[in-house]
């Protein structure tokens, strides 16, 4: 399983940026996708996390709900994370992966910088 993420980069406080992530070789049709992040000298945190049903079942850390929007295109095997309303505090190492059954599958990370 390959997972590479894509889409990070500096931006000011209050700017957006999205993330993209796109999987492959796998072939399962009931997964996961899911964003964390690690700031430094910080505890990896779950960011978001979007499951392969009808519709998407969403779920937000409290720190980012209202902000950011995950999304997922399941013909393409990609996760999107589109961040707005970005602070300072989301200054982290932003990983995308994948959880097929009870595995997780990770992608290199992309660096996202808020600051002024």
């Known amino acids: 399983v390959q997972l590479v993420e894509s889409g990070g980069g500096s931006v000011q406080p209050g700017g957006s940026l999205r993330l993209s992530c796109a999987a492959s070789?796998?072939?399962?049709?009931?997964?996961?996708m899911s964003w964390d992040r690690q700031a430094p000298g910080k505890e990896r945190e779950l960011v978001a996390a979007?499951?392969?049903?009808?519709?998407?079942?969403?779920n937000y850390a409290d720190s980012v709900k209202g902000r950011f929007t995950i999304s997922r295109d399941n013909v393409k095997n990609a996760v999107y994370l589109q961040m707005n309303s970005l602070k300072p505090e989301d200054t982290a190492i932003y990983y995308c992966?994948?959880?097929?059954?009870?595995?997780?599958?990770w992608g290199q990370g992309t660096q996202v910088t808020v600051s002024s």
């Open positions: 979007i499951s392969s049903s009808d519709g998407g079942t969403t």
């Open positions: 070789g796998f072939t399962s049709r009931r997964y996961t």
């Open positions: 992966f994948v959880t097929i059954g009870a595995t997780n599958f």
